[in-house]
T-cell receptor
Framework: DGGITQSPKYLFRKEGQNVTLSCEQN?????MYWYRQDPGQGLRLIYYSQIVNDFQKGDIAEGYSVSREKKESFPLTVTSAQKNPTAFYLC???????????????FGPGTRLLVL | QQQVKQSPQSLIVQKGGISIINCAYENTAFDYFPWYQQFPGKGPALLIAIRPDVSEKKEGRFTISFNKSAKQFSLHIMDSQPGDSATYFC??????????FGTGTSLTVIP
């Protein structure tokens, strides 16, 4: 049963704490993405990775970090530098054709991060 | 700067009616225009998508109309049902899979 899994579903962060959100895919997709969703603002890109051991900043990367050590996994760390972390975080993946047309991004179920 | 502008922000439609959501873009390099449906607390799911070489695509009750010259595209939901009540996002993508999303439309279909 192929798909994208995100864990946990809910995550609580204390002041000054770093937290890590998990994203795993078994679709054999090359590209993976992290988005942040806030009410009325749509989806904003945090980081993306097109290949293992390489990733690029999106529009709102400040206060976040990622790693891509395996093709299947793309964890996101919300650092203490992110002053307004409360949001719904979505991971996505897609096929990536070098120089080719865009392909569909498929989303995981999301993680809701709340600050205590 | 919003690359993709979506309207309306919210929409209420009677059961059996037509729901229409509009999006506009500026970048002519966009080559893929998907629509996503999202239920509360869930991730967005692809509903239907179109490439700029066609003007319309229909899948069941869902139709995308695409106007390349006007740089606009819209989602039409025919015979709207209460189960269609969700948030809908349009998006546009450039080669390399950089997606830009609209701000979403909350659709409520009343019985």
């Amino acid at each position: 049963d192929g798909g994208i899994t995100q864990s946990p579903k809910y995550l609580f962060r204390k002041e000054g704490q770093n937290v890590t959100l998990s994203c795993e895919q078994n679709l054999n997709h090359d590209a993976m993405y992290w988005y942040r969703q806030d009410p009325g603002q749509g989806l904003r890109l945090i980081y993306y990775s097109q290949i293992v051991n390489d990733f690029q900043k999106g529009d709102i990367a400040e206060g976040y970090s990622v790693s891509r050590e395996k093709k299947e996994s793309f964890p996101l760390t919300v650092t203490s530098a992110q002053k307004n972390p409360t949001a719904f975080y979505l991971c996505a993946s897609s096929i990536l054709l070098a120089g080719g047309p865009s392909e569909t991004q498929y989303f995981g179920p999301g993680t809701r991060l709340l600050v205590l | 700067q919003q690359q993709v502008k979506q309207s309306p922000q919210s929409l209420i439609v009677q059961k059996g009616g037509i729901s229409i959501i509009n999006c506009a873009y500026e970048n002519t390099a966009f080559d893929y225009f998907p629509w996503y449906q999202q239920f509360p607390g869930k991730g967005p799911a692809l509903l239907i998508a179109i490439r700029p070489d066609v003007s319309e695509k229909k899948e069941g009750r869902f139709t995308i109309s695409f106007n390349k010259s006007a740089k606009q595209f819209s989602l039409h939901i025919m015979d709207s049902q209460p189960g269609d009540s969700a948030t809908y996002f349009c998006a546009a993508s450039i080669i390399g899979n950089q997606f830009y999303f609209g701000t979403g439309t909350s659709l409520t279909v009343i019985p």
